[in-house]
């Protein structure tokens, strides 16, 4: 049987860990050719794209920072060099600089919003110019797809993480003006809203047993997320079983966005 993503190419920021990883696995397994794009880390990049190979697939790892307009452009050259064209672009890069709103710095601020937001507008719109230039493509209904990862602090307030709930607040209306936009040249944006997933951004919630039981306060299904959840919900968002989705936030959170502090109180 075809795969489901069989003959497409996908681009993915910040595939050399976390979220990025599991998402660029799962697109490969779908039958994907993988741009795996990396910041920092060559050597895990570049094992995922050895791995993807060995086992007949196609892969390339790219170094760029998404927050660098220039960097991102030869990114995208470098993937038509290789594959032609990029028919799924993941917007996937994300950092966060936490503290108390008093004490962060200017600076924290802004390589935040740089990499989170800025990051995802200079992805998004290397990717739309690809699609508008490559035309028709009989890979897929749709002449392309973005998928924004944003967060479930798209729409839950995060004290001590002003600079990070704000990039990925600003997330949602990028994803549907965006997607409101393009969308009758048949480009669909969509983005995933991440729960707590198990990655190095959070290490400190879910490393110890303390800091499991008290972040599993807040996920109603009572487990932490694991990378395989988001790469999945990717492999269907990114595939043409959702071609009617446009201008959608998936969350995959365990409920985190149901609010249960009230399941016993309020
Ligand atoms: P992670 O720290 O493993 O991954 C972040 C990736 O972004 C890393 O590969 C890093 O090298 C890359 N990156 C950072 N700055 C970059 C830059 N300037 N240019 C290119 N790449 C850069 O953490 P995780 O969890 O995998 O995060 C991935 C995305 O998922 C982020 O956008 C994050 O906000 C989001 N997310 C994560 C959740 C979680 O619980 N782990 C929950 C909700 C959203
Ligand atoms: C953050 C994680 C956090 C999760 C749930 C994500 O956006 O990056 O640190 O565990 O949201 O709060």
Known sequence: MEKLLANQVALITGASSGIGYGVAKALADAGAAVVLNYHSHADAAQQLADEIERAGGAALAVQADVADPAQVDTMFDTCRARFGTVDIVIAN???????????????????????????????AQAAVKEFRRRGPHDVSKALGKIICMSSVHEVIPWAG?????????????????????????????????????????????????AAREKLLKLIPYGRVGDVEDIGKAAVWLA???????????????????LYPGFADNG
């Open 93 to 123: 890069s994300g950092v966060q600089k936490d503290s108390a709103f008093a004490d962060m710095t200017l600076q924290d601020w802004q390589t935040v919003l740089a990499t989170n937001l800025t990051g995802q507008f200079l992805t």
């Open 161 to 209: 993480h002003v600079n990070y709930a704000a990039s990925k607040g600003g997330i949602q209306m990028f994803m549907k003006s965006l997607a409101q936009e393009v969308a009758p040249e048949r480009i669909r944006v969509n983005s995933i809203a991440p729960g707590a997933i198990r990655t190095p951004i959070n290490k400190d919630a879910w490393d110890t047993e």
């Open 239 to 257: 595939s043409d079983d959702s071609d009617y989705v446009v201008g959608t936030t998936l969350f995959v959170d365990g409920g985190m966005t």
